[in-house]
């Protein structure tokens, strides 16, 4: 079956960088993009942009671009989020979900504080 | 980008009521619109996709209508585990955006 699981819980100092993985199994990992979306505490989701799985190209929304980081190994079918410059606003937790007509596959979700 | 508007933003309910929450999006999006069910501390899970489209798994209390621009999700007869919050999701264009969130609490 599938399914995408991700890293654990992140606890980072103003200033410093996180990677959040998303590592997927029961499917081809090329056939499918992958959403990245963000969730800030008591919030409601935000969409930050997908990834092309067959030639890495990343697209950013709005309020996602220069800090944030959307890779690939595909040799181990993983996704990857990396924001630098942390902030105390990055606080949030993180949820990789494949692209799909029927978009019912998510990861349990990373929760990443931002804290000095 | 399409803006999607949830109401209510929060409801109280009653096991064994039917509950109707609509979301409206800024621009038609067909039916490319899907609904989750979030509850505290979990990923959102997918309910209902392409606008009537029932996940499987799900119950079929749960139910999914319209096209366009106005959009229904329907829960017949609530039940206890149904208290959470629900987001729509438009899969029209991107950016995708979603709902503000319909919270429903027990009455």
């Known amino acids: 079956q599938v399914q995408l699981v991700q890293s654990g819980s992140e606890l980072k100092k103003p200033g410093a960088s996180v990677k959040v993985s998303c590592k997927a199994s029961?499917?081809?990992?090329?056939?499918?993009?992958m959403n990245w979306l963000r969730q800030a505490p008591g919030q409601g989701l935000e969409w930050m942009g997908w990834v092309n799985t067959n030639n890495g190209n990343p697209t950013y929304a709005q309020g996602f671009t220069g800090r944030f980081v959307f890779s690939l190994d595909t040799s181990v079918s993983t996704a990857y989020l990396q924001i630098s410059s942390l902030k105390a606003e990055d606080t949030a937790v993180y949820y990789c979900?494949?692209?799909?007509?029927?978009?019912?596959?998510w990861g349990q979700g990373t929760l990443v504080t931002v804290s000095s | 980008d399409i803006q999607m508007t949830q109401s209510p933003s929060s409801l109280s309910a009653s096991i064994g009521d039917r509950v109707t929450i609509t979301c409206r999006s800024s621009?038609?999006?067909?039916?490319?619109l899907n609904w989750y069910q979030q509850k505290p501390g979990r990923a959102p899970k997918l309910l209902i996709y392409a606008a009537s489209g029932l996940q499987s798994g799900v119950p079929s209390r749960f139910s999914g209508s319209g096209s366009g621009t106005d959009f229904t999700l329907t829960i017949n007869s609530l039940q206890p585990e149904d208290f959470a919050t629900y987001y729509c999701q438009q899969s029209h264009s991107y950016p995708r955006t979603f709902g503000g969130g319909t919270y429903v609490e027990s009455k």
């Open positions: 979900a494949r692209e799909d007509m029927v978009p019912g596959n």
């Open positions: 029961g499917y081809i990992f090329t056939n499918y993009a």
């Open positions: 621009q038609s999006i067909s039916s490319y």
